[in-house]
């Protein structure tokens, strides 16, 4: 080997080992500020707390879940909100089952919220048990008053957000929740089951959706065909159609004339011509555009801008 050559392997291997160095004096570095993190957050103030869990939750730190399903339980509730929220940034399986008892049983409102968000955000079928539990509890889903923007929506109806990011496991549950005894349960499951037909081409919602539609109340009906129109099931057109003809209002109608399917289009234009009906009017009158196969609640019909509904 040339001298030359000699000294290129040297600077070579020098330069691997420099790297090399650098690269541990970093995760030396990192380490040391996860140890402090964590020691923030098991053995800090209320607010070293705090601040632990929301950086450790913004770094997803696997590392820290552990420590996190203990101090969820911390006599602050300000620190139980933090860990809350940073195990669903986190994101890791390990948590649901904290997560859950947090959810269902934590004194402070805020917890059970960030819990239940934190659920849909991991996304683990374990999760949809206790999510339906909250679902059907005592207080009821807020959706009226979340619609009207009035409220923020409360753990019940969080807990169906988080059952939708959770997607076909889901399902079966929401189904049978769909026959419940109380109309906003039916109607936030019904819209839920076809969210996630949406989100994921699954129609084994869509027996339930269509039992819906002979249902004894209109705004149910509604939700039902709604939810049908953005599954995009092509089995249900026939279905949909005997709806309308049978049990059919205005604003179902709307959700027809908005679909951009051909056949619900039809339907419903006879339909509104049927009952004397101006039909640019009902095409109007839906604030939110059921497209076949999918929904955009802001989206307007070409020609609806300043007409009433």
């Not at 819209?191 to 004894?216: F, N």
């Amino acid at each position: 080997m040339t001298r030359f050559a000699l000294r290129r392997s040297r600077l070579a291997v020098a330069s691997i080992l420099t790297l090399t160095a650098l690269a541990f004096t970093a995760s030396c570095g990192e380490d040391t500020e996860y140890r402090a993190l964590l020691d923030d957050l098991t053995n800090g103030s209320n607010e070293k707390q705090y601040e632990a869990a929301v950086e450790l939750g913004r770094q997803k730190e696997r590392r820290a879940v552990d420590a996190m399903t203990h101090v969820i339980e911390d006599d602050d509730p300000y620190v139980r909100e933090a860990v809350a929220w940073a195990l669903g940034e986190i994101g890791d399986p390990a948590a649901v089952e904290s997560l859950s008892r947090a959810a269902a049983g934590d004194e402070s409102e805020t917890v059970r919220e960030n819990a239940v968000y934190s659920l849909g955000q991991i996304g683990d079928a374990v999760a949809v048990a206790p999510l339906m539990e909250i679902f059907l509890g005592e207080a009821r889903p807020n959706i009226e008053a979340y619609e009207a923007g009035q409220d923020e929506p409360n753990p019940a109806l969080l807990a169906a957000f988080s059952l939708r990011r959770i997607g076909a496991p889901a399902i079966a549950p929401l189904a049978a929740a769909a026959g419940d005894e109380d109309l906003t349960v039916r109607r936030v499951a019904l819209a839920t089951l076809g969210e996630i037909g949406l989100d994921t081409g699954d129609y084994s919602g869509v027996p339930a959706l269509t039992e819906a539609l002979s249902d004894d109340e209109a705004l149910i009906r509604e939700t039902a065909a709604h939810s049908l129109i953005i599954t995009g099931d092509p089995a249900s057109l026939t279905g949909l159609e005997a709806a309308l003809e049978a049990w059919g209002t205005e604003r179902m109608a709307g959700f027809f004339l908005g679909s951009g399917q051909q056949q619900l289009v039809e339907a419903a234009t006879a339909w509104v011509q049927a009952n004397g009906l101006d039909l640019e009017a009902v095409r109007c009158s839906v604030d939110g555009r059921a497209k076949w196969g999918s929904f955009d609640p802001k989206a307007v019909a070409a020609g609806c801008a300043g007409q009433s509904g």
